[in-house]
């Protein structure tokens, strides 16, 4: 359930509150929106909770919330959440940018793709350090030295990094070295992992799960935010049908249904979502006409020698320059903003 607070409600006053719900054996979690305060009330409440709280001083109404989502629910959070890194808003109305390779193959391949993203206009340079493959023989990643190299590149051109996290053992690891953490879709209800991830304040995105829900992905995303850790957007990255011209099919309703179930920032996914080069560009604009907050691309400037076999996907640098441009040009006419020409993150994937 949720408490909406009235605007005259002191801080002290709120905290009274918080204290009386805690008391009861469950936990309390404050939204602060631009139009209210709201409380959220996580765990098996006593039913006379809530009659409680309605005859309180400063509680204006409580809300059962029916969801098993509760911190992820759009009730809880009225407001969109705007996660800002270093500057980056994701969700703030601007549209963010991710590029790079499905996987860090040498410090000399990343060093020259984060140039070329930033040249582009991207602000976050992606890359796989450690790789979940389908079949047990094939290239699973660099590991901790291809977090390094990353790091250094995305340092040294100005852009944030994303990295996939795959066990609750390499967290740590990886959110040292990098900027927001990637939950893959085979991972997306790895429950050990999401509890781990909870427990930290690195941003994280969550993509859902290939045969997944969007309650499911919602459950998913609500184990990170009952951690206590607010930085979650999630990621629609194409789901598994009967349609086998595609590598998945990108499922655009989720855009929307996800904004409005819930709070949190939505990027799309256009190179796993279609598995195809030729349609990634298609699919991002209508993606961002959809509403999505950002896209999460992969580039590569030999797709043909990829490690990871995924080069069919992979736009050449020069497609994703384009596309940003159009973008830039696109983003206006759907009340959103995107500038190729920006300042250089401070200080980014400096650890």
């Known amino acids: 359930m949720i408490a909406i607070m009235s605007h005259a409600t002191s801080e002290e006053r709120l905290q009274e509150i918080v204290r009386h719900i805690e008391k009861q054996g469950v936990t309390a979690h404050i939204s602060r929106g631009t139009d209210r305060v709201v409380i959220g009330i996580i765990g098996k409440a006593d039913p006379k909770l809530a009659e409680q709280l309605r005859q309180m001083s400063g509680v204006e109404e409580v809300i059962k919330i029916s969801k098993s989502y509760k911190l992820a629910s759009r009730d809880f959070h009225p407001d969109n959440t705007v996660i800002d890194i270093k500057g980056v808003k994701i969700g703030g109305g601007e549209l963010v940018m991710m590029g790079g390779p499905c996987a860090v193959e040498s410090p000399r391949q990343i060093d020259e793709i984060a140039r070329l993203i930033k040249a582009a206009g991207g602000q976050v340079m992606r890359g796989g350090a450690f790789k ?4 047990p023989y094939s290239f699973q990643g660099i590991g901790v030295e291809g977090l390094e190299w990353m790091a250094e590149a995305g340092k040294k051109h100005g852009l944030l990094t994303i ?3 795959m066990t609750p053992e390499y967290v740590d690891i990886c959110a040292q070295y990098t900027d927001i953490l990637q939950i893959g879709t085979r991972n997306m209800q790895n429950f050990d992992l999401l509890r781990k991830l909870g427990t930290i304040d690195t941003p994280i995105m969550l993509k859902r799960g290939f045969s997944a829900t969007y309650d499911e992905l919602l459950n998913a995303s609500e184990y990170i935010l009952a951690g206590g850790n607010p930085n979650v957007m999630l990621c629609e990255r194409g789901i598994r049908t009967f349609e ?8 655009l309703n989720a855009v929307p249904v996800l904004h409005q179930l819930s709070h949190l920032p939505v990027i799309v996914d256009p190179s796993h ?11 991002s604009k209508a993606a961002v006409a959809a509403g999505a907050d950002g896209l999460i691309i992969e580039v590569h400037t030999d797709p043909d020698n990829s490690m990871t076999g995924d080069g069919v996907q992979s736009l050449y640098p020069e497609q994703f320059a384009e596309l940003l441009q159009d973008m830039e040009k696109l983003a206006p006419l759907l009340g959103r903003s995107f500038n190729t020409h920006k300042e250089p993150v401070s200080s980014a994937s400096s650890k």
């Open 132 to 135: 979940p493959r389908t079949g």
């Open 163 to 165: 990295t996939e996290v």
């Open 244 to 251: 086998s011209y595609t590598r998945n099919t990108l499922d």
């Open 273 to 283: 979502g279609t598995g195809r080069r030729e349609l990634v560009v298609p699919m």
